[in-house]
């Protein structure tokens, strides 16, 4: 599974710019029909998680929702597995989404990171050996060669599971989302509770790019990305916006300017916001007809305000 994509970090960043298609597909064996697909969606407790949940199971499609890659082999005797034939052509999906800085989010990095990244290879080798023929990774747009941190750590153990599941014969579909905004998602959380109260906690350059997307438009990929071709797709809002012009949107809503926190963890060399990201390609949807519903986000992350 190739990765074509890119990160580079300077003084005054120069963007990853993803405004024209490019392919991220790779040949594989034809998916399943998403008509007959089952999934077992594998992620901590999350609005993205539960939305994904409600998509997958209004198509008849979700075998089994679970909180950690560990509970996938008691769950393989559960009644709802055993009765579809197991795991025989069946997808895993893990759901992850990036923390917020902080000393808390780099304390459990410390003591869990090689766990995170053990327990999702073990799962995606149980998977297969079960019958799994695909595993699709929700990942961030934040999570890109070389930029990885804390806030990321699930996003980078997904996507080293998926191509674990490759190298052992199946087929992965890796789908990188911009900053997946939702009001119960911790980031939006966050930077609007910080913009209420006068400060801006988004505070890297001015004039680095930002990829959003929203949570509901997040968890209606995933039933396309069922039947896409094996690969790597950015799967975002196409409407990429700075951080000066998504700071302003803010105090135009609310009226009044912004100060600086002076957070490290969200400036110039934060994970989450420190790179320049402009992505604003569609070969995900040009391959499977997704369109995002809102568009531009940043617009609905004002009206959450």
């Given at each position: 599974?190739?990765?074509?994509?890119?990160?580079?970090?300077?003084?005054?960043?120069?963007?990853?710019?993803?405004?024209?298609?490019?392919?991220?597909?790779?040949?594989?064996?034809?998916?399943?029909?998403?008509?007959?697909?089952?999934?077992?969606?594998?992620?901590?407790?999350?609005?993205?998680?539960?939305?994904?949940?409600?998509?997958?199971?209004?198509?008849?499609?979700?075998?089994?929702?679970?909180?950690?890659?560990?509970?996938?082999?008691?769950?393989?005797?559960?009644?709802?597995?055993?009765?579809?034939?197991?795991?025989?052509?069946?997808?895993?999906?893990?759901?992850?989404?990036?923390?917020t800085p902080g000393l808390t989010t780099?304390?459990?990095?410390?003591?869990?990171?090689?766990?995170?990244?053990?327990?999702?290879?073990?799962?995606?080798?149980?998977?297969?050996?079960?019958?799994?023929?695909?595993?699709?990774?929700?990942?961030?747009?934040?999570?890109?060669?070389?930029?990885?941190?804390?806030?990321?750590?699930?996003?980078?153990?997904?996507?080293?599971?998926?191509?674990?599941?490759?190298?052992?014969?199946?087929?992965?579909?890796?789908?990188?989302?911009?900053?997946?905004?939702?009001?119960?998602?911790?980031?939006?959380?966050?930077?609007?509770?910080?913009?209420?109260?006068?400060?801006?906690?988004?505070?890297?350059?001015?004039?680095?790019?930002?990829?959003?997307?929203?949570?509901?438009?997040?968890?209606?990929?995933?039933?396309?990305?069922?039947?896409?071709?094996?690969?790597?797709?950015?799967?975002?809002?196409?409407?990429?916006?700075?951080?000066?012009?998504?700071?302003?949107?803010?105090?135009?809503?609310?009226?009044?300017?912004?100060?600086?926190?002076?957070?490290?963890?969200?400036?110039?060399?934060?994970?989450?916001?420190?790179?320049?990201?402009?992505?604003?390609?569609?070969?995900?949807?040009?391959?499977?007809?997704?369109?995002?519903?809102?568009?531009?986000?940043?617009?609905?992350?004002?009206?959450?305000?």
């Amino acid at each position: 599974m190739a990765d074509l994509t890119t990160g580079t970090r300077h003084e005054h960043p120069a963007p990853y710019d993803q405004t024209a298609p490019h392919d991220h597909a790779a040949p594989g064996a034809p998916p399943v029909s998403a008509r007959t697909a089952h999934v077992v969606l594998i992620g901590a407790p999350s609005p993205l998680r539960a939305a994904a949940a409600r998509q997958l199971r209004a198509s008849n499609a979700l075998l089994a929702c679970l909180d950690t890659p560990a509970d996938l082999l008691p769950a393989l005797t559960s009644p709802a597995i055993s009765a579809r034939n197991g795991l025989s052509g069946a997808t895993l999906v893990f759901v992850t989404v990036p923390r917020t800085p902080g000393l808390t989010t780099r304390l459990r990095h410390k003591f869990r990171a090689a766990a995170l990244t053990v327990g999702m290879d073990q799962a995606v080798a149980t998977a297969h050996g079960h019958g799994a023929s695909r595993v699709i990774a929700l990942s961030t747009v934040f999570c890109y060669g070389g930029e990885g941190g804390p806030e990321t750590a699930r996003s980078a153990a997904a996507e080293h599971a998926a191509r674990l599941f490759t190298g052992l014969g199946g087929d992965s579909v890796v789908l990188r989302l911009g900053w997946t905004c939702g009001p119960g998602e911790p980031i939006t959380r966050r930077v609007l509770s910080a913009a209420r109260l006068g400060w801006r906690l988004i505070d890297g350059d001015p004039a680095a790019w930002v990829a959003m997307i929203s949570e509901a438009d997040a968890a209606s990929a995933v039933l396309p990305a069922l039947t896409v071709p094996p690969g790597i797709y950015n799967v975002t809002d196409g409407a990429p916006i700075t951080q000066d012009m998504l700071n302003t949107t803010l105090e135009t809503t609310l009226g009044q300017p912004l100060h600086s926190l002076h957070e490290p963890g969200w400036g110039r060399d934060g994970t989450l916001f420190g790179f320049s990201r402009r992505i604003a390609d569609a070969r995900f949807g040009d391959l499977t007809g997704w369109r995002p519903r809102v568009a531009p986000v940043a617009e609905n992350l004002a009206d959450l305000l």
